[in-house]
C-alpha cells in the first residue's frame, strides 16, 4: 500500500518561503507521478505540481509557476515543494497525492485530482499580508 506523508507548512509572511516535504513508500511498479494539490475554503482541489518517476517531466499550475519548485529525492523517498514569494491566496490545506502506472509516463502536462489514487493528509500553510 502507497503512504503519503507530509511534513513542514506553518505561517510567514507575504513573500517569505516555505518548503513542504512529503515521504513515500509502497510503490509497486516503478512508474509514479507524485506532487502536490491544494484546496481552499468552497474551491475545487487545485493541481499544483506534480514529477514523474519515468523521465523526470514536471507541470506547474499556470498560479505557481515561478514561484513554486518541485524536487524529488528518491534516495530518501521524499519529494518537496520549496515556496517562494508566497502570496496570501496561497492560503490553504496542501495535499500529497500520487499515482502509480503499469508504463512509464512522460510529459507530465496536467495534474487532475481525480486521477490520483493516494492521499496524505495535508499540511496547512498561511501567509500573512
Known amino acids: 500500500e502507497v503512504r503519503l506523508v507530509e511534513s513542514g507548512g506553518g505561517l510567514v509572511q507575504s513573500g517569505g518561503s516555505l518548503r513542504l516535504s512529503c515521504t513515500f513508500s509502497?510503490?509497486?511498479?516503478?512508474?509514479?507521478?507524485i506532487g502536490w494539490f491544494r484546496q481552499a475554503p468552497g474551491k475545487e482541489r487545485e493541481g499544483v505540481s506534480g514529477v514523474s518517476s519515468s523521465d523526470g517531466s514536471i507541470y506547474y499550475s499556470d498560479s505557481v509557476k515561478g514561484r513554486f519548485t518541485i524536487a524529488i529525492d528518491n534516495d530518501k523517498r521524499t519529494v518537496y515543494l520549496q515556496m517562494n514569494s508566497l502570496k496570501p491566496e496561497d492560503t490553504t490545506v496542501y495535499f500529497c497525492?500520487?499515482?502509480?502506472?503499469?508504463?512509464?509516463?512522460?510529459?507530465?502536462?496536467?495534474?487532475?485530482?481525480?486521477?490520483?489514487?493516494?492521499w496524505g493528509k495535508g499540511a496547512q500553510v498561511t501567509v500573512s499580508s
Open positions: 497525492a500520487a499515482r502509480e502506472f503499469l508504463s512509464p509516463i512522460t510529459g507530465l502536462s496536467r495534474m487532475l485530482k481525480w486521477e490520483y489514487d493516494y
Open positions: 509502497g510503490f509497486v511498479f516503478g512508474a509514479y507521478v
